[in-house]
């Protein structure tokens, strides 16, 4: 079946750093990756996605690219705020019951310092 | 401007005392969930529907129980909650059947059982 293996967190880093949350998948076919991000108290938000190999998906300075023959979508951002510190979760597209669910991998926590 | 609201955000309710949670939503998607999310965990699905066709997770509770009235609307009955159903749940829609359309989720129920 499907799987989505996210690094475990929390993740901690000062402001302005370099930011990687790593995401890999298995999956049959070619499903479509998301990441989603959780404010606390809040439900997920679509951060960024990509529905087909080598397509990059960008928001907000976030970028993933999706990687075929790694089976991964890791996320990446230049310089984070503290303003980032959230819950990231990473998912790909499940068929089921005629349409299709999301498989999400446990999230990762990231927390950024001033 | 168009979205998924649940009703309320906070919850309280007694062991054994059957609670109901609501979802409804504006972006008149055919799709909707709803998940189980403990802390620090992965939202977990409970079922969904494609149009009025139910989806039941397998591992779902017989407690838990929804209705979809309508294309707007959707409920949550939990028949005889346990101290196990203390959680956030979330209520997510999407344009189906198209494994590329992300999710749209609510902020979230806060369930507390006393």
């Known amino acids: 079946g499907n799987s989505v293996t996210q690094m475990e967190g929390p993740v901690t880093l000062s402001e302005e750093a370099f930011l990687t949350i790593n995401c890999t998948y298995t999956?049959?076919?070619?499903?479509?990756l998301f990441w989603y991000v959780q404010y606390p108290g809040e439900g997920l938000q679509l951060l960024l996605k990509?529905?087909?190999?080598?397509d990059k998906g960008s928001n907000k300075g976030f970028e993933a690219t999706y990687r075929k023959e790694t089976t991964s979508f890791h996320l990446e951002k230049g310089s984070v705020q503290v303003s980032d510190s959230a819950v990231y979760f990473c998912?790909?597209?499940?068929?089921?019951?005629?349409?299709?669910?999301?498989?999400f991998g446990r999230g990762t926590s990231l927390i950024v310092h001033p | 401007d168009a979205m998924v609201i649940q009703n309320p955000r906070y919850q309280v309710t007694q062991f054994g005392k059957p609670v109901t949670l609501s979802c409804s939503q504006t972006?008149?998607?055919?799709?909707m969930y709803w998940y189980q999310q403990k802390s620090s965990q992965a939202p977990k699905l409970l079922f969904h529907?494609?149009?009025?066709?139910?989806?039941n997770e397998a591992d779902t509770p017989d407690n838990f129980q929804s209705r979809r009235p309508n294309t707007s609307f959707c409920f949550l009955d939990i028949r005889s909650p346990g101290l196990g159903d203390a959680a956030m749940y979330l209520c997510?829609?999407?344009?189906?059947?198209?494994?590329?359309?992300?999710?749209?989720f609510g902020d979230g129920t806060r369930l507390s059982i006393l």
């Open positions: 999956a049959t076919g070619y499903p479509s």
């Open positions: 529907y494609y149009d009025k066709d139910f989806n």
């Open positions: 990509a529905t087909k190999a080598d």
């Open positions: 997510a829609t999407s344009r189906g059947p198209d494994p590329n359309q992300p999710q749209h």
């Open positions: 972006l008149n998607h055919n799709v």
């Open positions: 998912a790909l597209s499940t068929p089921s019951g005629g349409s299709y669910i999301p498989t």
